[in-house]
């Protein structure tokens, strides 16, 4: 039986995100294995989100692992993608995105609109927080870092009154019931997708997966 190493961050969502495209090409006679590989995303907590926008902040380890043959695929957020794509790969397929939307998640059920002055809306995005900015300019917006399990946990502990996050995080992680409320704000491209990325001399790999998704 063939083996197929897919690559992916430690992340719950990650691997969420690999085990999806698992089960796209899951057909009994192919044997996966999932590796997980830190980014610098993974372990820089400080550097502001809107500073590393259009990098391989999010892509980097997961990238040279696929360069170096120690992968075979590399499943990504469509949206964490650099701008400049490494030499030697190429990206296969862009899913369907399962949901683009952005999302309001409060403490006690309250919508942006019904959240008092003041309240505290955590997110990582400029684009959301000048966008959540723009329609509540009286509330605060802090700086929101982690992976939506701990995100979310901040905001149970009472860190913040509300967050902002992506619908199809939660959605990936059976957690969908958390959306307080979606957001009338453009989500960022690709938003909800997912990159499979592998080796430009895979040819072979390159029109399997195509077939894989396109049947």
């Known amino acids: ?31 996966f294995e999932v590796l997980t590989f830190e980014t610098k ?4 907590r400080t550097t502001p989100i809107d500073e590393t926008e259009g990098s391989d902040f999010f892509t980097d380890a997961v990238e040279e692992a696929l360069l170096k043959g120690s992968v075979d695929i590399a ?5 964490d993608m650099p701008d400049r794509q490494k030499k030697g790969l190429t990206v296969a397929v862009v899913t369907p995105s399962v949901d683009p ?18 309240a505290t809306v955590g997110t990582s995005s400029k684009r959301r927080k000048e966008a959540v900015k723009a329609l509540r300019p009286d509330i605060r917006i802090a700086d929101l870092r982690g992976n939506i399990g ?15 996050v992506a619908a199809a995080g939660l959605i ?9 409320e979606r957001l009338p704000i453009t989500g960022a491209k690709g938003q909800g997708s997912l990159a ?8 072979e790999l390159l ?5 894989k998704y396109t049947s």
Do not use: C, Y
């Not at 499979?196 to 040819?203: A, K, P, Q, V, Y």
């Open 150 to 164: 701990e995100r979310l946990e901040k905001l149970d502990k009472g860190e913040f009154d509300a967050i902002v």
């Open 172 to 180: 990936r992680l059976g957690l969908g019931d958390r959306i307080t």
């Open 196 to 203: 499979i990325e592998i080796r430009g001399s895979d040819r």
């Open 75 to 79: 499943v990504h957020s469509a949206k």
């Open 1 to 31: 039986m063939q083996k197929l190493k897919l690559g992916a961050r430690p992340g719950p969502l990650s691997l969420a995100q690999a085990r999806e495209v698992i089960s796209v090409l899951d057909d009994g006679t192919v044997q």
């Open 101 to 118: 939307d952005d999302v309001l998640v409060s403490r006690n059920g309250l919508k942006l609109g019904e959240l008092p002055p003041g």
């Open 207 to 211: 029109k399997w997966l195509g077939k």
């Open 41 to 44: 995303g993974d372990r820089d």
